[in-house]
């Protein structure tokens, strides 16, 4: 709204305070854009290179849980994962996975 606006409508209406609320009001209360999101794909039995490829291309980023220090080599595959594949995440969301 602008100052014409404001100006034709306070003409016929006594109460400008009370349109300035509903404005506030209306602004303090409207949608939200929603965050993108992206599914999870599923990225068992993939090798870790695999299967960083399939997640960048989701939008998202993959953490390798491993138990030694060589578990994010090529020729590993992923045995697990989580969240889980089919899962709706905000975009960016890490995947974490265990490999062999």
């Known amino acids: 709204m602008d ?28 949608p939200l854009p929603s965050t993108p999101k992206s599914r999870v794909p599923s990225l068992i039995g993939l090798t870790v290179d695999q299967a960083r490829r399939v997640v960048e291309l989701a939008g998202l980023r993959m953490r390798i849980l491993r138990p030694d220090s060589g578990a994010d080599l090529p020729g590993h595959t992923v045995v697990a994962q989580k ?7 905000r975009s960016g ?8």
């Open 3 to 30: 100052f014409e606006d404001l100006v034709s409508w306070t003409s016929w209406n006594s109460d400008p305070v009370q349109m300035l609320i509903e404005r506030v009001a209306e602004w303090l209360f409207r």
């Open 83 to 89: 969240p889980a594949a089919g899962r709706h995440v």
């Open 93 to 100: 969301t890490t995947v974490r996975v265990r490999v062999t």
